[in-house]
């Protein structure tokens, strides 16, 4: 699978993995102006690097939701076009606005993923791509809920933690019940197990789901 434009393989540590252009945000080794973009703290990192289709081609409106200090979401930002990162918890949004302060493309944002009308006046309509990593019960419905703020055709690229949903069932079942209840809104395209890279986590690409279809 081709990587979006502006992101690279580069040799780091005798390997090649990914990169992009940005300044550095977590410590990162880097090579010139690129960084290593390294799978094992990302979901979508992981993503990329297990081959799946994410429709990412480089340029892309993207709503992030679950953006933490800003790890992936900073890598994004470096590829990406207008890039709106939802975060609720103060600390690590406060590493967050340092991330953006070298990045103009990027707009954190100190909300609540569950509650998307209390961003619904900063965010644009027609977003080419929603990624999702939220740690909180009920990821199915914080999918539906943005589902809003994407175009017909744009992606859902989300990363559903089993833990995070019941951590006294099987993380098969409770991808199967989660994939259930996505399919209500969404189209799926594609799913993997990111257990190489996350333990206990299911990726997913999807598509809104419309009448015509």
């Known amino acids: 699978m081709s990587l979006p434009d502006g992101v690279e393989r580069r040799r780091f540590d005798g390997r090649d993995r990914l990169a992009t252009r940005g300044e550095s945000v977590y410590g990162e080794p880097t090579d010139g102006p690129w960084r290593l973009w390294d799978a094992g703290r990302s979901k979508l990192g992981a993503m990329l690097e297990l081959g799946l289709d994410t429709g990412f081609a480089g340029g892309e409106s993207v709503l992030y939701l679950g953006a933490a200090s ?3 979401v900073g890598h994004v930002a470096d590829f990406a076009g207008p890039t709106y990162a939802v975060e609720f918890a103060p600390r690590p949004a406060r590493d967050l606005v340092d991330v953006a302060e070298g990045r103009g493309n990027l707009f954190p944002l100190l909300k609540d993923a569950r509650s998307p009308e209390t961003y619904a006046h900063v965010v644009e309509s027609d977003i080419d791509a929603l990624v999702q990593d939220v740690a909180t019960r009920g990821q199915a419905r914080v999918a539906a809920r943005n589902r809003q703020f994407l175009r017909s055709d744009g992606r859902l690229l989300a990363a559903i933690k089993a833990r995070s949903e019941d951590v006294t069932r099987s993380p ?7 994939l259930d209840d996505l399919r209500g809104p969404y189209e799926i395209l594609e799913t993997k ?11 997913v690409v999807a598509r809104p789901r419309t009448t015509d279809r």
């Open 172 to 178: 098969d079942d409770v991808f199967d019940d989660v």
């Open 70 to 72: 800003g790890t992936t």
């Open 193 to 203: 197990r990111l257990d190489r890279y996350h333990d206990d986590h299911l990726a």
